[in-house]
């Protein structure tokens, strides 16, 4: 059967590879999912994919190895539990990504972004755009994950009137990467949803299909944007859902206990049995780490303890390097057709090599320049640029390196190498 990928892409589904094996992008608000969706997702895993789960750097979770007969099953599976994979792809508002670092304020930024999930999500109004919407909600400014969004929104203040939020706008990475820039500093939430779908819609309507909105902002400039959003506002100011989606309820987080997941892939029977100790000991709640990791939340007397030793039980100790390390990565060319290496398997090679005391940095490698797993944000990034014929006619990939230390993105330090060359650079990073 040929596949149409255009008409399956606003499905949140991409062709993998040329033998049509698919990928299945599901959005989960904000990160948070409850027992009964995780054991959902696994059992989708189980019944129509390879029984292995790609969590992303926005906190949504891939499907592998999809075929097309199984789509229609998969949406269907997804809905019974509140969940669905509409604009996880294409062009349109993707899933609202939430406070990745769960600093302080988590459950007000929790709360906005399932909000905006309900808002934006399915809706035909937000689809159709040139290409991709990416919104985060968090709870400060710690990750810097504002920087790299079309609208960043970052919770700033509680008042007695309400909750303040700063709103960055047109940043991106891939080929060309551009930081976002504040556009509205201590916005109250009834004005922000103004300003955002006055964004998408000014997007639509000035932007060239197949760009992002930081095109625009390189062609048009601040002002002119600033313009062309209080024009596109209008008088009537929407307001947001209120409610909280799917029956979670978001508390303010006291502690957290990760369950450390090396690059990002997870066994169905693993999430399983994780959905089963966020019931038992935690507070019904699963968070999807930006870091690719998952997040749970104790709940009660001895709940911690009893999470931990769960977890160790479950070999998560957290005595592994793979665990202790925060490697975040892309799934590279193991599962995407855009991929020019195998960033699963050279996560591992580097952590092989990485020395003891660099085991406190972030890092995060990309399968191309797209930079899905963000290594202008990981103090140690690395970016697969290219393959280069070698002498034996084998194509092998070229790698640029990153560091970051300030507030920006990380800048290239070394260009054009080879895995051999990468490697020995990881071995000495201090
Ligand atoms: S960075 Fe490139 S290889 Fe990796 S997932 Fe994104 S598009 Fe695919």
Same mark, same amino acid.
Request: with cysteine.
């Given at each position: 059967?040929?596949?149409?990928?255009?008409?399956?892409?606003?499905?949140?589904?991409?062709?993998?590879?040329?033998?049509?094996?698919?990928?299945?992008?599901?959005?989960?608000?904000?990160?948070?999912?409850?027992?009964?969706?995780?054991?959902?997702?696994?059992? /989708?895993?189980?019944?129509?994919?390879?029984? /292995?789960?790609?969590?992303?750097?926005?906190?949504? =979770?891939?499907?592998?190895?999809?075929?097309?007969?199984? /789509?229609?099953?998969?949406?269907?599976? $997804?809905?019974? !539990?509140?969940?669905?994979?509409?604009?996880?792809? @294409?062009?349109?508002?993707?899933?609202?990504?939430?406070?990745?670092?769960?600093?302080?304020?988590?459950?007000?930024?929790?709360?906005?972004?399932?909000?905006?999930?309900?808002?934006?999500?399915?809706?035909?109004?937000?689809?159709?755009?040139?290409?991709?919407?990416?919104?985060?909600?968090?709870?400060?400014? *710690?990750?810097?994950?504002?920087?790299?969004?079309?609208?960043?929104?970052?919770?700033?203040?509680?008042?007695?009137?309400?909750?303040?939020? %700063?709103?960055? !706008?047109? @940043?991106?990475?891939?080929?060309?990467?551009?930081?976002?820039?504040?556009?509205?500093?201590?916005?109250?939430?009834?004005?922000?949803?103004?300003?955002?779908?006055?964004?998408?819609?000014?997007?639509?309507?000035?932007?060239?299909?197949?760009?992002?909105?930081?095109?625009?902002?390189?062609?048009?400039? #601040? #002002?002119?944007?600033?313009?062309?959003?209080?024009?596109?506002?209008?008088?009537?100011?929407?307001?947001? *859902?209120?409610?909280?989606?799917?029956?979670?309820?978001?508390? %303010?987080?006291? #502690?957290?206990?990760?369950?450390?997941?090396?690059?990002?892939?997870?066994?169905?029977?693993?999430?399983?049995?994780?959905?089963? &100790?966020?019931?038992?000991? @935690? *507070?019904?709640?699963?968070?999807?780490?930006?870091?690719?990791?998952?997040?749970?939340?104790?709940?009660?007397?001895?709940?911690?303890?009893? $999470?931990?030793?769960?977890?160790?039980?479950?070999?998560?100790?957290?005595?592994?390097?793979?665990?202790?390390? *925060?490697?975040?990565?892309?799934?590279? %060319?193991?599962?995407?057709?855009?991929?020019?290496?195998?960033?699963?398997?050279?996560?591992?090679?580097?952590? %092989?090599?990485?020395?003891?005391?660099? +085991?406190? &940095?972030?890092?995060?490698?990309?399968?191309?320049?797209?930079?899905?797993?963000?290594?202008? +944000?990981?103090?140690?990034? =690395?970016?697969?640029?290219?393959?280069?014929?070698?002498?034996?006619?084998?194509?092998?990939?070229?790698?640029?390196?990153?560091?970051?230390?300030?507030?920006?993105?990380?800048?290239?330090?070394?260009?054009?190498?080879?895995?051999? #060359?990468?490697?020995?650079?990881?071995?000495?990073?201090?």
């Amino acid at each position: 059967m040929s596949v149409d990928i255009q008409a399956l892409r606003i499905n949140g589904v991409y062709r993998q590879n040329d033998n049509d094996d698919l990928m299945l992008r599901v959005k989960i608000p904000g990160g948070l999912l409850s027992p009964v969706q995780a054991e959902a997702i696994a059992a /989708i895993s189980e019944r129509f994919s390879n029984g /292995i789960l790609h969590l992303t750097t926005r906190g949504s =979770i891939e499907f592998h190895w999809l075929r097309i007969e199984a /789509i229609e099953e998969v949406g269907r599976m $997804l809905a019974a !539990v509140g969940l669905t994979s509409r604009g996880a792809c @294409g062009g349109a508002v993707r899933g609202i990504s939430c406070s990745t670092t769960v600093a302080p304020g988590f459950s007000v930024a929790q709360g906005l972004a399932r909000r905006l999930h309900r808002h934006f999500a399915g809706n035909p109004h937000f689809e159709g755009l040139p290409k991709k919407f990416k919104i985060s909600v968090d709870a400060g400014y *710690n990750g810097a994950r504002h920087l790299i969004q079309d609208a960043g929104i970052v919770h700033v203040a509680t008042t007695e009137a309400g909750e303040l939020y %700063d709103l960055w !706008v047109a @940043g991106g990475l891939g080929r060309e990467p551009q930081p976002a820039f504040l556009f509205a500093a201590q916005l109250p939430e009834e004005q922000l949803l103004a300003r955002l779908e006055a964004i998408v819609n000014i997007y639509r309507q000035h932007t060239p299909a197949g760009k992002r909105l930081k095109h625009l902002l390189r062609e048009i400039g #601040e #002002e002119r944007l600033r313009e062309l959003v209080t024009a596109a506002q209008g008088d009537e100011v929407p307001v947001l *859902n209120r409610g909280i989606g799917f029956n979670l309820k978001v508390t %303010d987080v006291q #502690e957290v206990v990760e369950a450390g997941i090396f690059a990002g892939q997870i066994a169905s029977a693993t999430l399983r049995h994780f959905a089963e &100790l966020a019931r038992r000991y @935690g *507070n019904e709640q699963l968070f999807v780490s930006a870091d690719q990791n998952i997040l749970f939340f104790p709940a009660g007397e001895g709940a911690t303890a009893n $999470l931990r030793q769960g977890l160790t039980a479950l070999g998560f100790a957290g005595a592994r390097r793979d665990e202790q390390v *925060n490697f975040r990565i892309c799934p590279g %060319d193991h599962q995407c057709r855009m991929g020019l290496s195998a960033t699963r398997d050279i996560a591992g090679r580097a952590l %092989d090599v990485l020395p003891d005391a660099a +085991l406190g &940095l972030t890092f995060a490698i990309s399968g191309c320049v797209n930079s899905c797993s963000q290594p202008q +944000l990981a103090d140690v990034g =690395i970016v697969t640029t290219s393959r280069r014929a070698v002498e034996n006619g084998e194509r092998q990939p070229r790698f640029a390196l990153y560091r970051r230390s300030g507030e920006g993105f990380g800048t290239a330090v070394a260009t054009e190498l080879t895995e051999e #060359e990468l490697l020995a650079q990881l071995s000495r990073i201090a």
